[in-house]
């Protein structure tokens, strides 16, 4: 019989996680029927909107995400013992499944490319850098892109992209390591925003004359900062406010209503699974492409060991990680 190892919400978030919200649970899984597969979890996400998903949790549910896993037992043809799966199967070691769900890693996965990228760069953080800012930004050759948390998984992938496309891009992060990271990656202007003396003020610095397209991952006063600073007609892709998700008094205000108006800037929030079919597969084979090529760079996070779940899970709400923050079981 195979004990499975499962982290469950003990008690809902106020505020900063800690660890008295969690528990590890274990509990001995049943045998396989036709049509099941065993599944053993070799890499597992933690992201930032596992911070607001939780509250639909009840407490002692298992806490969400998803985890390139193995088929380790097999009474499903489709899935043979040995298969790779991306799934989104929750913080567990091991589990049961009939199949619904499982997305085989793509035929042509390249040797050379660890199976943790399903996860990152060729994965749900890359695919929402991509529709974020080709469909939802539309950007196009020639604009200036502004994105926040950029050296996080989505936004290292948003400003890669940005550039692929001809475009001058701005990056924020919250420090010196993340900011040279940024360089590093082609970014034409980044900065620390905890140590700049105005946010303000280093915004207008890499773009006088303002920003074309804002992809935002943090939301609140630093988004209040840079919508003033949108060209007319300038695009904002919603996709986070992480600066946001622990706060335990009342929302800031938000950007000045004659800006949007008079700008005439259009705001779009969305969530990536949106896109399915062939535009997410033709998403998924242009990034795992690009990566091939050398032409978007990645960086993993890396911490070893399921029972390190919570603390890699709070350590990214932190910004401890450069990249993609995931758990190798």
Request: proline residues 5%.
């Amino acid at each position: 019989m195979v004990q499975a190892k499962s982290w469950t919400l003990k008690k809902h978030f106020e505020g900063f996680p800690t660890d008295s919200n969690f528990e590890l649970r274990t509990a001995e899984l049943p045998p396989l029927s036709n049509g099941e597969v065993l599944l053993e979890a070799l890499f597992l996400s933690v992201d930032p909107y596992m911070r607001i998903a939780s509250k639909r949790l009840k407490e002692g549910d298992r806490m969400m995400g998803e985890q390139v896993a193995r088929v380790v037992e097999s009474k499903n043809p489709a899935f043979p013992t040995g298969t790779i799966v991306v799934a989104l199967l929750g913080w567990t070691s091991h589990s049961i499944s009939d199949g619904n769900g499982l997305r085989k890693l793509p035929a042509e996965w390249p040797d050379k490319l660890p199976l943790s990228l399903a996860l990152g760069t060729v994965g749900m953080p890359g695919l929402t850098a991509y529709f974020g800012l080709l469909d939802i930004c539309g950007v196009k050759g020639g604009e200036t892109v502004m994105v926040n948390a950029a050296a996080g998984a989505v936004g290292s992938v948003v400003g890669q992209i940005a550039k692929l496309k001809g475009c001058k891009v701005v990056g924020a992060a919250g420090s010196d390591e993340k900011v040279a990271y940024l360089k590093k990656l082609g970014f034409d202007v980044a900065f620390n925003y905890k140590t700049v003396k105005s946010l303000e003020e280093a915004l207008r610095t890499a773009s006088p004359d303002g920003y074309d397209c804002y992809f935002d991952n943090v939301g609140g006063e630093f988004s209040n900062t840079v919508i003033p600073q949108m060209k007319t007609f300038g695009r904002i892709a919603i996709c986070g406010a992480i600066s946001q998700y622990n706060r335990t008094g009342p929302c800031p205000q938000g950007p000045p209503p004659e800006v949007v108006i008079y700008q005439q800037l259009r705001m779009e929030g969305f969530i990536v699974t949106r896109w399915q079919g062939d535009v997410r597969q033709k998403a998924l084979t242009d990034l795992m492409n690009w990566v091939s090529e050398g032409k978007i760079q990645y960086h993993e996070y890396i911490l070893e060991g399921f029972e390190k779940m919570p603390a890699a899970f709070m350590g990214m709400l932190k910004g401890e990680n450069l990249g993609k923050a995931i758990v190798k079981a």
